[in-house]
């Protein structure tokens, strides 16, 4: 079992930033992909941007070149540096940890708006 706890998210105006932390808990050993998906009202989820346990990254195209995702091994944290905020980022966000199961965080709100 692994248990995953999402911090960071709030209400920024458009052009901040924000950064995620998801903190991980329980048997992480067998985890091989770590990654963040957001969910607006009324949409599906959708991958935001995920890490492979060799380090290599993948970005959702509406985010490349502005948002971050990086892990620290030590603190079994992951993050998700978000800049350039726009409005339509405005989502629930939640942290994924997928090995022989997923395991998903209860998310954080982050609200983008003047």
């Known amino acids: 079992q692994v248990q995953l706890v999402e911090s960071g998210g709030g209400l920024v105006q458009p052009g901040g930033s924000l950064r995620l932390s998801c903190g991980a808990s329980g048997s992480i050993r067998g985890i091989v992909v770590r990654a963040w998906y957001r969910q607006a009202p009324g949409k599906q989820r959708d991958l935001v941007a995920q890490i492979i346990n060799g380090g290599s990254t993948d970005y959702a195209d509406s985010v490349k070149g502005r948002f971050t995702i990086s892990r620290d091994n030590a603190k079994n944290t992951l993050y998700l540096q978000m800049n350039s905020l726009k409005p339509e980022d405005t989502a629930v966000y939640y942290c994924?940890?997928?090995?022989?199961?997923?395991?998903w965080g209860q998310g954080t709100q982050v609200t983008v708006s003047s």
């Open positions: 994924k940890y997928v090995g022989i199961y997923d395991y």
